[in-house]
């Protein structure tokens, strides 16, 4: 049902606003309209840091998930409790920024440790001054070891070169040349000396010891900081959320503030808004305490030409309420319209369970629905329970089709009589139009009342002598052909309220017009009706189509899975391969079933039901301006 509401129109004095504004957002009931013209000034103070938090805390959640169990961090929680808002940000960021940097620092110069480990360490002066002084360059290069002088006076003899060590398979060495020759070398060049090919290495821009200093030195560093974001991700993301909380607040704050109009030239802001009628006595005593004028009426006084901005809340039953999900995907009612998601629960449950159609997978469902009624979090388990009620339906349907886990149970001779109640294929056929020609009457039923509801009745009267026709046309047509003999006075009444719905089809379709024309356009309207209500009934074939494919696909799989058992032969390796087959394959088929049993019946439900109920939507829902928590 839609919760009736109440609208609230409040002056206040333009230097008692933003106190007052504050005090609103603290009582957390009125929805107030707005004109959105002032947005973007809000936008861009906020969402630049609200980004900000947003990144940096799921950063820390990623962190947490790596802190070491059992560790304790509590060192660093007085530095983290120290900071607040910006600056706690700001710290954050600069310390996951300097995480970064740290690991590519320790990673670089990582790779140059292992590059200077084989020449050790040198003395670069010295190196220097046989360059200048001596005319002495040097080449640094490696060479596979394989192609490579064994030993170092054979190769000093036939080369200059100084032999440093071998490594990985290749053999690293010095080339001494001249200087202006060393920094002419080429690979090229090299290898055509040696006779073979040759990588001509670059100088370490230290000593191996000095880089291996620098290494121990920025891993240090890296494990402090380290260190420091555990602490921030064990004490600081709490605060940090609830600083991204206040920025939400304060952004919601200034939105609807300056969204708040003018009047009298500036002097009063006007608040206008709209609340639970249950809560209304409670916030007119709010409003009391306030310097404030306000007015107050029911939201079904509000003209029509503002009924569109009365905002929406559901209330449901515990059953009703799982649905409200499936409602949400397409549109809110408007304020004026009928909720019909306690009418749409009952169909979507037995369009699921007729679509999947397997009693085996039925059990799954429900199995997995209450598994995760127990582990999912509150705000989740409504969904863990629709599942457990479309297992229910699933196995209702999926027994009347005779077909589990593939298996058809008509061919189970063990189950004696109860092979008797199990549908064939032309009464599942059958099954589905019937629960589709139900849906679409008691939708056409709805918008009787809808209409009643918004217009009054006599403009519902065209709707309702349809329903009368179908109806009780239906049952002069299907009683016969069903072997049942009615009284003469039950036929009568039967031929009276047919003819009376034929009367209201064709001359009262609009109360507004005379005779003439209500028959003239209600002549067109009864091909576009009838039309309609054909093709809307055909999709329901869609019902018993997928059930069928389902247990088809089920039944495949389950032969695969046989013939490969047979086709191996050896007792143990067979019964493995059947299994992997089956699990695979009623895995696979379980998926598509599902998919197909949630897609079918939410497009039923939006296009052929919502039509028959005349459902229009575009409510908006009802969201109090208060502080989040």
């Known amino acids: 049902m839609i919760v009736p509401m109440r609208q609230f129109s409040i002056l206040v004095y333009h230097r008692d606003f933003a106190a007052f504004m504050g005090r609103l957002q603290d009582e957390g009931l009125l929805d107030i309209r707005q004109e959105e013209i002032h947005s973007a000034k809000a936008d861009t103070e906020f969402f630049p840091v609200l980004e900000r938090v947003g990144k940096v805390l799921s950063q820390l959640k990623a962190e947490k998930k790596e802190m070491p169990a059992g560790k304790d961090f509590s060192a660093g929680k007085a530095g983290v409790e120290a900071l607040q808002g910006e600056a706690l940000l700001a710290e954050a960021e600069r310390l996951l920024l300097r995480k970064t940097e740290l690991r590519a620092q320790v990673e670089q110069v990582s790779g140059e440790v292992k590059a200077a480990s084989v020449w050790g360490d040198f003395d670069a002066a010295r190196l220097q001054e046989l360059r200048e002084k001596a005319d002495v360059g040097l080449v640094l290069a490696a060479a596979s070891a394989k192609r490579f002088p064994k030993s170092e006076g054979e190769a000093r003899a036939l080369y200059p070169v100084q032999r440093v060590g071998e490594k990985d398979g290749m053999a690293y060495f010095v080339w001494v040349t001249t200087a202006g020759e060393a920094e002419r070398m080429t690979p090229d060049l090299l290898g055509r000396e040696l006779g073979t090919s040759v990588d001509i290495l670059p100088f370490p821009r230290a000593t191996y010891s000095v880089l291996a200093q620098e290494e121990r030195t920025l891993q240090n560093e890296l494990r402090e900081v380290q260190e420091r974001i555990h602490a921030l991700a064990a004490f600081g993301q709490p605060r940090l959320?609830?600083?991204?909380?206040?920025?939400?607040?304060?952004?919601?704050?200034?939105?609807?503030?300056?969204?708040?109009?003018?009047?009298?030239?500036?002097?009063?802001?006007?608040?206008?808004?709209?609340?639970?009628?249950?809560?209304?006595?409670?916030?007119?005593?709010?409003?009391?305490?306030?310097?404030?004028?306000?007015?107050?009426?029911?939201?079904?006084?509000?003209?029509?030409?503002?009924?569109?901005?009365?905002?929406?809340?559901?209330?449901?039953?515990?059953?009703?309420?799982?649905?409200?999900?499936?409602?949400?995907?397409?549109?809110?009612?408007?304020?004026?319209?009928?909720?019909?998601?306690?009418?749409?629960?009952?169909?979507?449950?037995?369009?699921?369970?007729?679509?999947?159609?397997?009693?085996?997978?039925?059990?799954?469902?429900?199995?997995?629905?209450?598994?995760?009624?127990?582990?999912?979090?509150?705000?989740?388990?409504?969904?863990?329970?629709?599942?457990?009620?479309?297992?229910?339906?699933?196995?209702?349907?999926?027994?009347?089709s005779g077909t589990f886990f593939g298996v058809e149970l008509v061919k189970i001779e063990a189950l004696g009589k109860f092979r008797s109640f199990i549908f064939d294929s032309n009464q599942m056929m059958t099954l589905s139009l019937a629960i589709g020609a139900v849906q679409i009457i008691f939708g056409m039923a709805l918008d009787v009342a809808r209409i009643t509801k918004m217009q009054g009745f006599k403009y519902a009267l065209y709707r309702l002598g349809w329903i009368f026709v179908l109806v009780f046309g239906a049952m002069l047509i299907g009683l016969p052909k069903l072997g049942v003999a009615a009284p003469a006075p039950v036929n009568y009444a039967l031929y009276a309220l047919t003819g009376l719905g034929a009367v209201f089809a064709l001359f009262y379709n609009n109360p507004d017009k005379n005779i003439l024309l209500n028959f003239g356009s209600?002549?067109?309207?009864?091909?576009?009706?009838?039309?309609?209500?054909?093709?809307?009934?055909?999709?329901?074939?869609?019902?018993?189509?997928?059930?069928?494919?389902?247990?088809?696909?089920?039944?495949?799989?389950?032969?695969?899975?046989?013939?490969?058992?047979?086709?191996?032969?050896?007792?143990?390796?067979?019964?493995?391969?059947?299994?992997?087959?089956?699990?695979?394959?009623?895995?696979?088929?379980?998926?598509?079933?599902?998919?197909?049993?949630?897609?079918?019946?939410?497009?039923?439900?939006?296009?052929?039901?919502?039509?028959?109920?005349?459902?229009?939507?575009?409510?908006?829902?009802?969201?109090?301006?208060?502080?989040?928590?």
């Open 522 to 629: 209600g002549l067109w309207a009864t091909y576009n009706t009838a039309t309609g209500l054909v093709g809307d009934l055909l999709s329901y074939i869609r019902l018993f189509a997928l059930g069928l494919t389902g247990g088809i696909l089920g039944s495949v799989f389950n032969t695969l899975a046989l013939d490969a058992a047979a086709g191996v032969g050896v007792p143990v390796v067979s019964q493995l391969i059947m299994l992997a087959i089956l699990l695979f394959g009623h895995s696979l088929n379980l998926a598509l079933c599902v998919l197909g049993a949630l897609v079918h019946p939410i497009r039923l439900t939006f296009v052929e039901f919502y039509k028959n109920a005349g459902f229009a939507g575009g409510g908006k829902a009802y969201k109090p301006f208060m502080k989040k928590n």
């Open 241 to 400: 959320e609830a600083y991204q909380t206040d920025l939400f607040n304060r952004l919601e704050y200034k939105t609807v503030s300056l969204n708040v109009p003018n009047e009298a030239e500036g002097t009063l802001r006007l608040v206008e808004g709209y609340l639970p009628e249950e809560q209304a006595s409670a916030f007119e005593a709010f409003l009391q305490r306030e310097d404030v004028v306000y007015q107050t009426r029911a939201a079904e006084e509000v003209p029509e030409e503002k009924a569109a901005e009365i905002p929406v809340l559901l209330r449901n039953g515990w059953f009703g309420r799982l649905f409200e999900p499936i409602t949400n995907l397409f549109s809110l009612p408007s304020y004026r319209e009928i909720d019909l998601t306690p009418a749409l629960a009952p169909f979507f449950m037995a369009f699921f369970g007729f679509c999947l159609g397997d009693a085996g997978y039925g059990l799954l469902i429900i199995a997995a629905g209450l598994y995760l009624a127990f582990k999912l979090p509150q705000k989740l388990k409504g969904i863990a329970w629709l599942a457990f009620w479309l297992g229910i339906g699933t196995v209702v349907f999926g027994t009347l």
